[in-house]
């Protein structure tokens, strides 16, 4: 008679679904506290906080960026979530532009 292993066939597949939902539970950590930081400095732009924003928009780019990094998000979202906060503290910057026409 054969003799009978101790593991099955699919310990490998087991053994990713663990993974899978621990790296699940660490990005959804991650994404949450990107997004309260963006939300801190959506206000601070709304307010036209300019100190708020210059302390604030370091630590939010930087959050993107090792967020990229550990592979929570893709890097071209963080980019563009990046640039677009930038152009908000621009815009919360600057004076009130009088359009031309």
């Excluded at 679904?17 to 950590?29: F, G």
């Excluded at 924003?53 to 929570?72: F, R, Y």
């Amino acid at each position: 008679m054969a003799k009978i292993k101790k593991t099955g066939r699919h310990t490998g597949a087991i053994k990713a679904a663990r993974q899978a939902v621990r790296r699940m539970l660490r990005n959804r950590s991650v994404k949450r506290g990107i997004r309260t930081q963006a939300k801190a400095f959506i206000e601070a732009a709304g307010r036209k906080d300019a100190t708020a924003l210059q302390t604030l928009m370091p630590e939010v780019a930087s959050a993107w960026d090792k967020a990229a990094k550990t592979g929570a998000i893709h890097w071209k979202a963080a980019a563009r979530k990046k640039s677009r906060l930038a152009r908000l503290a621009n815009a919360a910057a600057a004076p009130a532009a009088v359009k031309r026409q």
